[in-house]
């Protein structure tokens, strides 16, 4: 996203992107080689790693502890990008390029010729197509329904916690950490700039239909 406007020709093209850097740590366990390996593997494809001692993390990030890490990897060009506004670039650049965004229409399902995907039904009508790109994410499970055919797509519930302290606010310049050593591999990061997100690097709570509600 470093260079967003530029990828779509766009120099008004918008991203939100927070180049705040990513931690990550791992403690002297089973996750500290493939830790090892996974940085030497960014350092080979060009992208910029650091190696930190603890002293050096704590810096970059008081509220964390860093007693048992024996890896900690940084990448400081990292960050997080706003994913509205990511939507909202791209879909302007669509348009620019002659597509047709239809929002708040309703896919009721595919319609099939034999075992081939040739248009889709909707809320708005038919539409016919030679290729159909499906970007439906969490609801995978209702494709899979449509075409008749399994897919190993399962939405998963993730608990997510959200902290707020106005004394000490959750700034952006804190970097985007994951911290293997944790139980639950920690993964924590700003939100809105005052604000911390914090949840869990396990397999979430599987569900069987695309259930979206936050509570």
């Known amino acids: 996203f470093t260079h967003f406007p530029e990828y779509l020709g766009d120099e008004d093209a918008a991203c939100g992107l927070v180049k705040c850097g990513y931690l990550i740590s791992a403690a002297e366990d089973e996750k500290l080689e493939p830790l090892r390996a996974s940085l030497k593997q960014q350092e080979a494809q060009g992208v910029r790693v650091e190696y930190l001692d603890r002293a050096q993390a704590s810096r970059l990030l008081p509220i964390a502890t860093f007693d048992d890490a024996a890896l900690i990897g940084y990448e400081p060009d990292a960050g997080f990008a706003d ?6 670039a791209f879909a302007k650049s669509a ?3 002659g597509v047709k965004v239809r929002e708040g229409v309703t896919v009721h399902k595919l319609v099939m010729e034999g075992s081939r995907v040739v248009g889709v039904s909707t809320s708005a009508g038919d539409f016919a197509c030679e290729t159909l790109v499906s970007t439906q994410n969490i609801w995978t499970p209702e494709l899979a329904q449509w075409v008749g055919c399994a897919m190993p797509v399962v939405p ?31 993964y924590c990061r700003s939100y809105g700039g005052k604000q911390m997100l914090v949840s869990e690097g396990l397999v979430g709570e599987k569900l069987s239909t695309s259930e979206t509600q936050q509570g």
């Open 83 to 88: 994913a509205t506004m990511v939507a909202a």
């Open 156 to 186: 998963e519930r993730h608990a997510v916690l959200a902290l707020d302290c106005a004394a000490a606010p959750y700034t952006f310049s804190m970097p985007v950490f994951k911290d293997l050593s944790s139980p639950g591999m920690l």
């Open 95 to 97: 348009r620019r390029g």
